[in-house]
């Protein structure tokens, strides 16, 4: 039997009700914060500023030529050699959908990650993806948007998520236990997997001007994580405390489900 509360069907009925009041309240909340989103300010850069403000821009001209003046790109934490990340590549796997539509609203979508291209193009065609990936392998693209982080900055304490973090010495990084083993599955360890973040910043290109326009990190991906939306309208929601007994089984990549 289950322990979850139950009710007759008024109940049910009557609580649903009054919880639509609420969705429909955080859905106008949600587009507020869109219009927010969209009213900030554009950080541009031109050929006299840093050179290191120019690497965005390098993809931007790739998107014009297809007539996007548009872009946003993801920021995968895969490590320098894939097998990528189990959890983002649940989040990729949603992205060979909407890309095409959001491409018809003039928005380019680009992964970005720092294994080399070769590494990335086979797991792409392992994981039968289609979205245009690019290697930032010899750039700083993921570190200067605050994707990736050095040992150094790792050790005297990183920023991300637009905040400090506390000093996270390798020393006391776990080598045993479902951390180590979650690393484990993407070929490195502990430290080296937090040193790739998961992030994603969007661009706009207007009169051979190229600009920053957002940036978002950590849950403020969820929204865009499509399997995350299906979880958090079934019955036990997206059941974390299975991530905490068993992370292996938690998520794995679409090829490795019923091998065992």
Known sequence: ????????????????????????????????????????????????????????????????????????????????????????????DGFNGFAIHLANHDVMLWAVSRAPFDKLQAYKQRMGWSFPWASSNDSDFNFDFDASLTEEQQRSGPEYNFRAEPPQPREEAPTEGPFAAWAATTGTDWPTYTRERPGMSSFALEDGVAYHTYSTYARGLDALWGMYQWLDRAPRGRNETRAEDDPLNFFRRHDEYGRD
């Open 1 to 92: 039997m289950t322990r979850h509360r139950t009710g007759m069907r008024d109940e049910w009925l009557t609580e649903r009700i009054s919880l639509l009041a609420a969705e429909k309240e955080l859905t106008r909340r949600s587009d507020e914060l869109a219009r927010q989103r969209q009213e900030l300010p554009w950080s541009g850069w031109t050929s006299t500023m840093p050179s290191r403000r120019k690497r965005a821009a390098r993809l931007l001209p790739t998107s014009s030529a297809g007539a996007r003046s548009c872009l946003s790109t993801t920021s995968c934490s895969a490590p320098t050699t894939p097998p990528g990340c189990p959890a983002c590549s649940a989040i990729a």
